[in-house]
């Protein structure tokens, strides 16, 4: 398979139609080795538009790899800039984490699966973003790393409702990312609080992903 032709289209026909003009996040999907990222098995599908299950080590983590576009428009709606630091529930195989690091100073990512942690630090070691720090840890509970303030926070899965402390855990200005609601009907949101901190709310795209462990119902997340 000639990789760079399939990540070279990967840009032109899924992601850039897809409303991404952000040439930074455009020029980081074609830098960044996505095949790198996948399982094994699935590698021939790194750039297809479709969601890749992420089996490791035979086990099946229940969680995916979104399709390239919806990671793309998701960074895009952050606006990322340098010297910020983000944190992101849902580690995966670290491939948005990768995203995010690609403009960001700092990335904590939390990810409550072992066998994903582990699988996630090779691969973003192998693509040589020591900005990034993966714990293994439950995103949905509070620990030193969600109570801390940040800029950017990423659900990387999909939630009933935005939980309202880690909304509180955003800087004034910061922004978070989430795929919102419940099966057949999901949104992803790009919520900004503003300086009153007031959580102003902008709609991007209809979508679907798997809910994130501990999040499925209402959080235990108290403060």
Known sequence: MDFERARFNMVEQQIRPWRVLDQAVLESHLQLRREDFVPPAMRQLAFSDVEIPLHIDSVDSGQCMLAPKVDARLVQALEIKRGESVLEIGTGSGWMAALLASRAMRVVSLEIHEGLANFARENLKRAGLYQVEVIHADGSKPSATT???????????????????????????????????????????????????????????????????????PSHFRL
Do not use: H, Y
Not at 188 to 205: W, Y
């Open 147 to 217: 109570l801390a303030e940040w800029d950017v926070i990423v659900l990387s899965g999909s939630v009933e409702t935005v939980p309202n402390e880690l909304l509180g855990r955003l800087k004034p200005g910061g922004r978070l990312a989430a795929i919102v609601g419940r099966r057949p009907v999901m949104q992803a949101q790009c919520i900004t609080k503003a300086a009153s901190g007031a959580p102003l709310v902008e709609n991007l795209f209809e979508t679907i992903a798997p809910s994130l462990i501990g999040f499925s119902r």
